[in-house]
Every structure is written in C-alpha cells, then in structure tokens.
C-alpha cells in the first residue's frame, strides 16, 4: 500500500525524472543532485552525485530526464546551457559522461525518447531545441523555432518520430524530426507563454499545454488543432501531467503564488478534482508513479513528497452545491444543482476515490424562486405598517386609532394584534379612564416639586384631544399627571372614599419612600398588613363574583369627585367633565368588559418577561397615594395575573400596578413581550400611539433599538414615508439624529441654511425657486445636480425639451437622469 | 402554497451563492465558473441578467450587497484567495439600448491578504460603517474598513484574527441596539469532530477597539458550512442559525445589564432552541426571513424546509421544497399533493404548504 512520504534535501529543487519502473528518482536543483530509491516506508538516498569539489554549474539542473529504457542514463538540462549526459552506474565518484555546449543559454528541458534509448531532446532559452544522439559528442540535428525561447519538449508517445514544443510567443509546435528545416504544424495556444505541455497518454491526438495566462488547454491535433478543454487555474501553470488510466484528469502545478498541486477533471474546468497541499513553497516537479493513485512532487521548500490520492483534498466536496436566499419581500430563492438521480445520490460529489466516476454528468444549475402566494409574514408587515395609523396628533382621538389598527392587524390576519390594540383601546381610549390614572396619580404629584400651574388646563384638553397633548410635553415622567393643584385637593377626598378599605397607600417595597413622605401617619407594617388583609377581601371577592360592583362603585365614585374638583378648579374642564358625566354608565361596562377581557386574554399576551424587572425606570415618581378605586382595580388585575400563574415578578408588577391604573404597567408588558417576540412593528406601533403614556416606563435604550429595528425593516421595504414618520415620532433624538439631519445650503449664496429649508439668512431670499416661472414651487422640485438651479418639473421639462445649457443663464450643460 | 418560477441563470457550473440586495428587488449570482450574475426585475416582473463578469479566477464562493446608501457594491470572494470589491457604474446616459440593459461592473479593489481560500466576505451592517469581514480556510478572520465610503478602493486592515482550524463562514450581528456590542460569529468546516467546538462569537470592544473571543459554542463539533445571525428586530436577545450536518437554532441571551451599569465581564448565554436533521445529509446554506421568524435551509438532499417557531418557541418544519424537476421518490415519505407547474422547463411538486396563517399566532 502507498503511503504519504517526504524527503527534505539540502535545498530548493528543480525537477524531478522517474525510471521506468518507477522506483527510483533522481532530485534535481541548484545544490542538489541525488538518485533516491522509493521504498514502500520511505525514500532511500541511493547516490548523491553532486560529491567534492568539483562541483560546478553543470550540477545545477533545470530539468532532468531518466532514459527509460536504458537505467543507466540521465540527462541534465545545466543553467549554464549545457546538456549533461550522466551514467550513474559508473561505480567512479563523477558519473558525467558528456556536456554537449551546443546551446547558447539555459536549457530548460531535456526529454529521451520513449522507446529509443539514444534520443534525446532538448529545449532551450536560445530558441532552439537539439536533437542529441548519446552515442556521439554534439547535437545531431537543430530545429530553430521563430520564438525567442522554447521552454517544453515533448516527444509524442504515440508516434516515433514526431515531438511538440512550447514557446514564450505562446506558440505551439509540432516537429518531425526526420524535417529540420520546418515545423508541421504551429499554431498559438496561448496569450502568453507556454510553459508546459503533455501528450495525452491514451488518446493519441490529445495535448495538453499549460500557460501563463492561468490555463491548462487541451487540444485535439487532428486535422486542425481544436480547443477541447479549457481549465482556469489561479496562478501561471508551470507544470502538467496527465493522470495514468483516466482519460480526463491531469496534475498540474503553479509557477508562482500557488503551491498546490491540483488534479484537474478537464471537463469540470473550474473546481479541481482533488488538491494536494502539502508543499510550503512553489510546487517545481511533478511525476505520477506510473499509478493514478500515486503522486511524486518536488518543491522550492527542499521536500520531495510522494503523494496518496486517498489523502487529497477535494474542493469539490466542500463547495456547496446548493444555496437558499430570503429577499426582503418573502420570496425564497433556492439554486441547486440539476441532479439527484436514483442511482447515484452524489454524482457531483464523489466520497471516495474509489467509487469516483470517469463519467460524471455536466454540472447545471437552477435557480428557481419561489413566491408564497399566502400572504408572508413580510407581505403581512408591509400591509401593517402602510395602513397603521401611528400618530394622535391628525385629530383623531386615540380610540379611532386603536379600532383602526385593530382592523388593520385584523385584515392582515394577525388577530392576536388586533386582540391588542382592542385592548389598548380598552385600557387607554376611552376618555373618561384617562382621568382617573391621572387625577390618582396627580395627588402624587403634590411630593414631587413640579411646576406646573400652567398645565392645569390640561386634562381638560386631554378629554378632546389627549393625546397629541401627551405627545406635546416632553417631561416624561410626569406628562400624564401634570395637575399638581387639583392633585392635593382631590386628596382628602380620594383618601376619605378610600378609607372604606382602610387603605390609601400602596404597598410595594420599592414605593416605600415616596410614602413616608407623602402619608406621613401610616407605618409601612401596618400597610402591608392592610394590604394582606385587602388582597384576601378581593380574592374573595373576585371569587365570589361581588368585586365588579364595588371596584366600580369606588371608582365611579372618585371619578365623579376628580371630574368635581376639576369643575372647581378650571372652567375649561367642564366639556370634559360633562362627557366623564354622560360616559358614566358607559365607563362601568367598559371597565368590566375591559377586566373580562383581562380574563379571556390568552395566556401568552400578558406573559412577563424578566426584562421588565430591570428596565423599568424606578418607579418613585408614581404614586404614593392611589385613591382607592384604582388601587383596588390594579389588586385584581394583579390577583388575575397570579392566577394565570404567569406573573413571575411581583416585585415589579405590584409596583407598577398600584401606581394608577395597571393598564398602562399591562400595556408595556405588551410592548416587552411583542419586542421579545420579534414583532417590533406591533411594539413601535403601541409606543407610538400610546406616546408618553407608557413611554417612561420603558427603557430608552431598548425603545431606540425597536425604534432602529424598526425603521430598518421598513426602509427593506421602502416605505419611507412610514420610516420618516416614525423618526418623527420616535421622541428619540438619537434616532433623529441618524435619520432626519439633512443639511441643506442655499443654492445661491451655497450657506448651510439655519433655520428653515426655504428661506436663507444670509441673502435673505426665498431659495429654490423655479427658474421659470420664479414662484416658490410647491410639491415636485427638479434641479440639476451640477448649478443647483431648477424648478417646477413641468416648467423644466419643457425647457430642456428644446435647451441643453440652464434656464438661469449660468452657463451649466444641466444634466438630469 | 408557494408559487415557483426558474431564472435561467445560465452559469456553467454550481452556483454557490445567491444573495438579494437590501430591498429585494436585484439578485446576484456566484458561480464556480468564475463568474458573477446581477439579475433584475424588469417591467414584467420578470427577473433579466443585466450584468454578468468574469470575477474570479476560481470558484466565487460568496457575494454580498453592500447596504445601498454605499452604493451599489458587491463584495465577492472565490478559491483563488482574494476577495474583491466591485461597484455599478451607471450608464451613459442617451447611449445605445445594449448599454441601458447591461450595466458595468468595475473591480474597485482586490483583498489579497489571505494566503488560502477565501471562504466567505460580508458587509457589517450599515450602523458600523461601511465594514467588511472576511475569513478563509487558513483560519483567518480578516476585517476590512474603507475609512472613505467614497473612496471603495481604499480598505484598510482594522483586525486580523487567526483560529486555529479553518473557517467556513462567518456572521455579523445586525442589532442596532448600543446595550448589544457589534459580534461576529464564525463557523469552521473543520472536519476532526475531536478539535472541539466549532462555532466562535468574536465582541468588539468599544474601549480597546479590539475584536475578541466572546464565546465558543461547544455543542457544536461537527463542520459548519453556514451561519445566519437572525434580524434582530428588537429582540434582547439573539438568534443564529447554524447548517452543520443539520439544522441548529441557537440562542444567545447577552448578559442582563442596564444601560447605566455594563458588566463587560459577564458572559453570554447560550442555549440550543432547536436542532433538526430532517436533511438526513449535509446542510448546506441558511438564510432568516427580514423577520428573523422563518429560517430557511438547504440540504444534500436537494430540499429547502422552512422553520419556524410558535408562539411557545418550539420550531418546527412548516414546509419543504424541492428545487428539481427530478420528482420525489415514495421513500422520501412525502406525499405528492399538486404538481405547480411554471412553464415547462421544470415541475414542482408542493410537498408541503404553511398551515392556516391564523394558527401561526407571531410573525
């Protein structure tokens, strides 16, 4: 059995020769000339004919040849232009038998005829190839190629006296012997020199020529030389052969660059068949050891290798012969190979040498697209977030906007979104709730020092158009609660309706400080008592079905007592009042139908997640005292909760819960879990609409990432008007910083315009204009890249119809795509 | 239900990769032929070849768009040890129709760094800059930056980093989040399962402007051959899929911090969502829907299968395709529904359609 072998010499080496019987070699370079025998474990050095002193360049060879069919020649091809005959049986230290000077440069290749044993060749730098009979002292025959060098000679195998030879012209030639004075045939193989060539050694027509142009070509000389095969390699070609007993397959090795050595499938022209990379420098000599599975090389790092074929690398194997691609619209592009057959599963991918084929089926590919026809998840966002409304401020009250969306998602087939903006309607649209979170926690508001007399009015306004006052102020902790005057009015009475439960403070651990400052009397022990004894009372009330009447009762019944102190506080309340008044009835069923909800809410759309724990914002600023019908609402929403055994974190919960209305805490769990989720859209959507509502309960850092995420997705989708709105909204200067600064400069004084996009500073003019017409263009504004001048489409279009240069008269050959 | 159509894509030999720009609407081609395709959707909807060039002087493993704010760029790599940078250059206007259907494609630099083998070459995403990594089969990870987004022809060398085994592939994270530091997964096809893992998480440190080892995913000895970071479209956490000899999902949960107290020094989390060998043979290629819900993968066996999650995260195969005309023996154990025919050059067999979209609760 074969097996990988090496040698180390003494330095770089040149070539390599084998005898016929393929178990010897001789290793020739600069400084190294050395018969070695190939043992079935390992070379053995048999003779180092470059001994002594007299070494001199006729020991450094460029090529040798091993006359097969006597043992006990060898031919050298010098440095220094000479031909060197060698008879390394000769038992005396220096075996050179004759230097044949005939060349005038460097001979780059000697080669004995294949079955005469006194013919040999050889080709050289001067441009000339010298047919030698070793029984005489000079050249016998000169064959003169109109090329400046000749750098391969190859005798045919198949026919006695013909030979090829390969020039630097990137000519090929093919030589009688018995003519000297013309080739028979000549034709160019190359751009670029041939440095090798090879007949094929089963079809006699066969040849193949190896150049620097990176390619090995194998032609057929039949009549006329035709292209057969056309192999790419990567790196000038320096030296081929064809594998013994296969008809397609050849060796070659690099000049430069590429130390490889590469068995090439002449018909698979682009991946070798095997590779073996075992050399650190330039591959220079290369020899199949009479068997396709063995291989010997030589290298400029000093090794001579014996080769195992079972030991390559096959490229082919680790090139993927198929692929898959999602666009960004859905659409799966898959490109495979046109393949599979019953028989053989892997044509292309041969596993093991031995099964490899001589006939592999060529290689097509298909790329096939496929197109869901169902709408993709992607056909469903870009539905979505063309039709969503995000913004409060078009005058359309929050409720609308939840119905919309909720129809929106629902049309898309995501009804679990819709589910949630349903219940985002719920917990946020309905007007009159949105006083209740408020006046709650604005009687929280009294502990925190913020000035905002001012905003009074507010709530008030919020009643018409909540909303796009909420997206107004950019105080995000307290923009929900701004009433600090009405807050410490309502306090006493929230806290005298409260008292009916004996309880007026919340109970989280992380709320404790705010209520020793705020409450004052009521120890924390005392609070978590009450509070045990509370969340009993509603256990059971919950189970006993009774608590909807009271929760309702109590809450009605500080909703009436706000929207009373708001009437005594500011006349512009009272629209809002009345309608809190009318809403009453209404607003009861809300509420329960808002905690039925709660309850048939699949599981998975309250399910918390461990991120709120820590990204919510401490919670300090809420409340410290809750009036009691919404403490009592956040209790059994929290109570639900638990018995859907999903609340994993009380801590944060609870905090969150008995701030105010538990809607928003239940609001930006939503947010978490759609972003955990993936769905990024419905948790930007929420955070858009929802505005300051929720906006300080969540982290700043998570919301910009969705907020990027987001706009990505869309902008994948070119929907840029949705992206721009978003950056719009998005309340994150980060965000806007990256999307929406587009500096502009006058296109007549070319400042960078301050303040606004249409009026410059400077030269105090109206910019961009229409050339034309010179009104301010409104809507299409075309204007050529180069002066910067334009105007109206129509009114340009018009113009360059007839004109080349710009309407202004500056002088520039305006150019539009 | 999925509707298939052929591009006669007309390369001479496999096709290796195939890759959409940032919109979806241009396709590009690489070949072991050497060469690279540009396909465009025209008028018709149809997909037309508008460019097609010799890239390489060996098989072009990958291509990879460039985010177009860049440009329209095209990075590719191939056997032959370089990668290459190439740019559209638009048309002359007002010159013949041949010129309006083609477009040009000029090589605006050669990486030529890497000694072996270049086996794969992305672009980070646009928020980094306009950054690419490459890595080839001597193990090294190579991450270029053109300091001029004008200037394509100039790249320098930000990093080198060199593993030990040979790598196949390699992943950029495309969160945008700044809690998430840039991380680039790279995966080895190195073939001894005894050398360990073969997936490694590389973290840039924004203090020591340093790419380092964040994370070896152990599980996985066996060659990796592809690697997707999913979008990550918000999530806290990150999802890569991996084609070895199957499918895997894995999930990287980055250490709980707050924005206002990093710990750099805290580790990942990994965990293995899923794992599938339906292939029953060497995953060859992976790609995430925009997203990152679906993952698409593609075998030996021929196939493409899509997975998804549901709502509990437990994926599960919702279809599989087969690319070729060849037909589906018995054995394979898929039935045979509906031929979908698209012309007559290829069949189709649907072997399997997503399920009522309404059961799928999250896309």
Not at chain 1, 345 to 372: G, M, Q, W
Not at chain 2, 68 to 96: H, K, M, Y
Not at chain 2, 120 to 146: N, Q, T, W
């Given at each position: ?397 929050l409720s609308?906007?939840c ?17 949630i903006?349903r219940v985002v309607k719920l917990l946020f649209g309905f007007?009159?709730l949105e006083?209740?979170p ?152 809300q509420?329960?139908?808002s905690?039925?909800m709660d ?62 209305w538990s809607g928003v805490s239940n609001a930006?769990?939503m ?19 929802l505005?300051?509502r929720i ?123 | ?363």
């Amino acid at each position: 059995m074969m097996q990988h072998m090496t040698l180390m010499q003494e330095g770089p080496i040149n070539t390599l020769a084998l005898n016929r019987d393929c178990n010897k070699v001789v290793v020739t370079g600069r400084n190294v000339f050395k018969v070695c025998e190939i043992k079935d474990t390992g070379f053995v050095e048999r003779d180092n004919i470059r001994t002594g002193k007299n070494s001199n360049l006729n020991f450094s060879c460029n090529d040798a040849s091993w006359n097969p069919v006597d043992e006990q020649w060898l031919a050298t091809a010098a440095t220094n232009g000479a031909v060197v005959l060698w008879n390394i049986q000769k038992s005396i230290k220096l075996k050179q038998e004759t230097v044949y000077n005939d060349h005038k440069r460097t001979v780059n290749k000697v080669t004995f005829h294949g079955s005469e044993q006194n013919m040999l060749l050889s080709g050289s730098q001067d441009g000339t190839m010298k047919y030698f009979d070793i029984r005489m002292k000079a050249a016998v025959m000169t064959f003169v190629s109109n090329a400046e060098s000749v750098r391969d000679v190859q005798f045919n195998p198949h026919q006695c006296f013909s030979f090829a030879a390969v020039s630097e012209n990137g000519t090929v030639q093919l030589w009688d012997l018995r003519r000297q004075d013309r080739c028979e045939k000549q034709f160019t193989a190359h751009s670029g020199p041939v440095f090798a060539c090879d007949w094929h050694p089963e079809n006699k027509t066969w040849l193949a020529t190896a150049g620097r142009d990176r390619a090995v070509k194998v032609w057929d000389l039949g009549y006329r030389p035709v292209l057969e095969h056309t192999v790419t390699t990567m790196a000038s070609v320096g030296r081929i052969k064809w594998r013994p007993q296969r008809m397609y397959h050849i060796a070659s090795c690099a000049l430069v660059i590429d130390s490889v050595i590469h068995v090439w499938d002449v018909r698979r022209p682009y991946i070798p068949h095997a590779s073996f990379n075992d050399h650190k420098d330039i591959t220079t000599g290369i020899a199949w050891r009479g068997s396709p599975d063995v291989l010997l090389s030589t290298s400029k790092d000093s090794y001579l290798i014996q080769h195992v074929i079972a030991d390559a690398e096959r490229p082919m194997e680790k090139a993927n012969p198929i692929c898959v691609t999602y666009n960004s619209k859905g659409s799966l592009t898959l490109a495979s190979v046109d393949r599979i057959s019953k028989k053989n599963k892997h044509p292309t991918l041969p596993r093991k040498p031995k099964s490899e084929s001589e006939d592999y089926p060529a290689v097509r590919c298909s790329i096939y697209v496929f197109e869901n026809v169902k709408p993709t998840p992607a056909q469903v966002f870009r539905d979505c977030a063309q039709n969503y409304w995000l913004q409060t401020t078009t005058g359309k009250s929050l409720s609308e906007i939840c119905d919309h969306n909720a129809v929106v998602a629902a049309n898309a087939g995501r009804l679990q979104v819709a589910t949630i903006w349903r219940v985002v309607k719920l917990l946020f649209g309905f007007s009159g709730l949105e006083f209740a979170p408020t006046s709650a926690v604005a009687s929280v508001g009294s502990s925190r020092p913020v000035p905002v007399n001012k905003e009074e009015s507010e709530p008030g306004d919020s009643g018409k158009d909540a909303s796009s006052r909420a997206s107004t102020r950019h105080q995000s902790g307290n923009v929900a609660f701004p009433t600090q005057q009405t807050g410490q009015q309502s306090e006493p009475l929230v806290n005298g309706s409260g008292s009916n439960n004996s309880n007026s403070a919340p109970t989280s651990n992380s709320n404790e400080r705010g209520v020793s400052d705020t409450s004052g009397g009521v120890s924390e022990e005392a609070e978590s008592e009450v509070e045990d004894i509370d969340s009993q009372i509603m256990l059971s009330h919950i189970a006993s079905g009774s608590h909807f009447n009271t929760s309702d009762f109590f809450f009605g019944d500080a909703e009436a007592d706000v929207l009373n102190d708001f009437g005594g506080t500011s006349d512009s309340v009272q629209g809002s009042k009345i309608s809190g008044e009318t809403d009453q009835q209404q607003l009861q069923q809300q509420q329960q139908q808002s905690s039925q909800m709660d309850w048939i809410l699949p599981c998975e759309a309250f399910q918390l997640r461990h991120e709120i724990k820590d990204r919510s914002p401490p919670p300090e600023h809420f409340t410290s005292h809750c009036f009691a019908g919404t403490r009592i609402e956040a209790q059994m929403i929290e109570v639900e909760d638990t018995t859907s055994a999903l609340l994993c974190l009380p801590g944060s919960s609870s905090s969150l819960g008995t701030t105010c209305w538990s809607g928003v805490s239940n609001a930006v769990e939503m947010v978490y879990h759609m972003a955990e989720e993936g769905d990024v859209q419905t948790a930007v959507t929420l955070i858009l609409v929802l505005g300051d509502r929720i906006r300080h309960l969540l982290n700043e850092a998570a919301v910009e990432h969705w907020i990027l995420a987001y706009i990505d997705c869309l902008s994948r989708c070119r929907l840029w008007n949705t992206a721009a709105l978003v950056v719009k909204l998005s309340q994150c200067e980060s965000v806007q910083l990256r999307f929406d600064v587009y500096p502009t400069h006058c296109n007549l004084c070319s400042r960078a315009l301050q303040r606004r996009g249409w009026l410059c500073d400077s030269c105090k003019t109206i910019t961009n204009t229409c050339s034309l017409c010179h009104l301010v263009v409104r809507g299409l504004y075309v204007w050529c890249r180069g002066c910067s001048h334009g105007g109206h489409l129509l009114h340009i279009r018009e113009w360059f119809a007839r004109n080349t240069d710009c309407p202004t008269g500056c002088g520039h050959v305006c150019e539009f795509d | 239900m999925f509707q298939a159509r052929t591009i006669n894509a007309e390369h001479k030999d496999l096709i290796h990769d195939v890759a959409y720009d940032f919109y979806g609407r241009r396709l590009a081609t690489c070949s072991s032929d050497q060469s690279v395709k540009v396909f465009d959707l025209d008028e018709n909807d149809e997909w037309r070849c508008t460019a097609d060039w010799k890239t390489h002087a060996g098989s072009v493993w990958k291509v990879n768009w460039a985010h177009p704010e860049f440009g329209q760029i095209l990075a590719t790599c191939s056997f032959d040890r370089t990668a290459a940078i190439w740019e559209e250059i638009v048309g002359e206007s007002g010159n013949s129709t041949q010129s309006k259907n083609q477009s040009h494609w000029v090589k605006r630099t050669s990486l030529v760094d890497s000694r072996t083998n270049v086996t794969d070459i992305k672009f980070a995403p646009k928020h980094m800059g306009l950054l690419l990594a490459m890595c080839s089969a001597d193990g090294g990870v190579r991450i270029y930056e053109a300091p001029d987004i004008m200037n394509l022809s100039q790249w320098s060398l930000q990093q080198e980093i060199t593993l030990k085994m040979p790598v196949s592939c390699l992943s950029w994270n495309p969160s945008f989040s700044r809690l998430h530091p840039p991380m680039l997964a790279v995966g080895s096809d190195d073939t001894n399962v005894a050398s360990g893992g073969k997936v490694f998480l590389f973290e840039y440190s924004e203090s020591s402007h340093r790419w380092s080892k964040a994370e070896t995913i152990n599980t996985i000895v066996d060659p990796v051959h592809d690697i997707a970071f999913a979008p990550n479209l918000g999530r806290s956490y990150h999802v890569l899929g991996i084609a070895s000899k199957d499918v895997r999902i894995i999930i990287l949960r980055p250490p709980q911090k707050d924005a206002f107290a990093a710990c750099p020094t805290s580790q990942l989390e990994v965990l293995q969502a899923a794992q599938f060998d339906d292939h029953h043979s060497t995953v060859w290629r992976i790609s995430w829907n925009i997203t990152g819900t679906i993952l698409a993968s593609s075998g030996d066996d021929g196939c493409l299968r899509m997975w998804k999650a549901n709502y509990l995260q437990s994926w599960k195969c919702i279809a599989v395709l087969k690319g070729d005309g060849s037909g589906v023996t018995p054995e394979d154990g898929i039935d045979r529904e509906k031929t979908i025919g698209s012309g007559s050059t290829a069949r189709y067999f649907k072997l399997g359609a997503i399920s009522n979209p309404n059961q799928v609760p999250w896309h």
